[in-house]
């Protein structure tokens, strides 16, 4: 999965729900949670980024 695709849904669940800023937003370890691309997003938006800690399962 590539950072560009979740910033595209990302991107378009922020114009769909209008979200307001200290939205946490919580995703696994993947590279493209954790790329510039992806952070930038979060930051502009006022939203906070959350990632589970490795071998955590919640199911």
């Known amino acids: 999965m ?3 695709l979740v910033c595209d849904a990302l ?10 800023a ?3 937003v919580h995703s696994d370890q993947g590279v493209q949670y954790a790329s510039h691309q992806y ?7 006022g939203f ?5 800690k490795k071998g955590c399962s919640l199911g």
């Open 39 to 45: 952070r930038r997003l979060l930051k502009s938006n």
């Open 22 to 24: 200290g939205l946490i």
């Open 48 to 52: 906070v980024g959350s990632m589970s």
């Open 2 to 4: 590539k950072a560009q």
């Open 11 to 20: 991107t378009m669940a922020i114009w769909q729900r209008q979200p307001k």
